[in-house]
């Protein structure tokens, strides 16, 4: 695409930063939007550390089947991006396949809790895939209804927003995801959550649910 030297013009009035933000956020959709971003990419990302070492420590997977979930997240993601570009191009509501998205990742990550004490590595498999697919909806949803509430031409403030609340959210999560399960597994192992919460799926099940909750929010 060809730049439109009149619209990079020196010479052509900029409103200040801070009156377009302001504008951006004006009716209170756009911060409703960014607050679902922040607390949906906080909820997929905690998890972003655990899967791995959950797959090895609670249910016993070999360092190859450890791995190959990262592969198996990743096509569901993929996946999901694929069902939401055929959905958007049909004329899906981006709010309503975002949902969609959390909903099956909350469902996902009930999957991803029920194989601990069921044993299964069937079901955590499909709560990976799962989480994946959920995140890919989630994520082309939410930057589809970002760029819907652009007035003006002020796309990149719209993009530049959702990105910096996806990636700030998901650091975030991820930070916190991992020292939780460190403090709760310590406390678990030292027994001062009692014999009933004692286990190496302690921790990360408070983080897993604690997901279900963002998601849910």
Do not use: K
Not at 57 to 70: D, E, F, I, K, W
Not at 112 to 128: D, E, H, Q, R, Y
Not at 183 to 208: D, H, I, K, N, Q
């Amino acid at each position: 695409e060809v730049r439109d030297s009149g619209l990079t013009s020196p010479e052509r009035p900029h409103a200040p930063f801070g009156e377009q933000w302001r504008a951006f956020l004006s009716g209170g959709r756009a911060s409703r939007l960014l607050v679902a971003v922040g607390l949906g990419a906080a909820a997929f990302s905690m998890q972003d550390v655990l899967l791995e070492p959950y797959g090895a420590q609670v249910l016993g997977l070999s360092v190859a089947a450890t791995t190959a979930l990262t592969a198996l997240w990743a096509w569901g993601a993929l996946s999901g991006f694929a069902l939401a570009a055929y959905q958007l191009d049909d004329g899906a509501e981006p709010h309503r396949l975002a949902g969609f998205g959390a909903l099956i990742g909350a469902a996902a990550f009930a999957f991803v809790l029920l194989a601990a004490p069921t044993n299964s590595t069937p079901l955590f498999l499909i709560g990976v895939a799962g989480i994946g697919f959920g995140g890919g909806l989630f994520s082309v949803g939410t930057l589809t209804a970002s760029m819907a509430l652009t007035r003006d031409g002020l796309s990149g403030l719209a993009l530049g927003a959702w990105g910096a609340v996806q990636a700030t959210a998901a650091g975030v999560g991820i930070a916190a995801g991992g020292a939780m399960r460190d403090m709760l597994s310590t406390l678990s192992a030292s027994g001062r959550l009692g014999e009933a919460l004692a286990g190496p799926a302690v921790g990360y099940a408070f983080v897993y649910n604690l997901e279900i909750v963002l998601l849910f929010a």
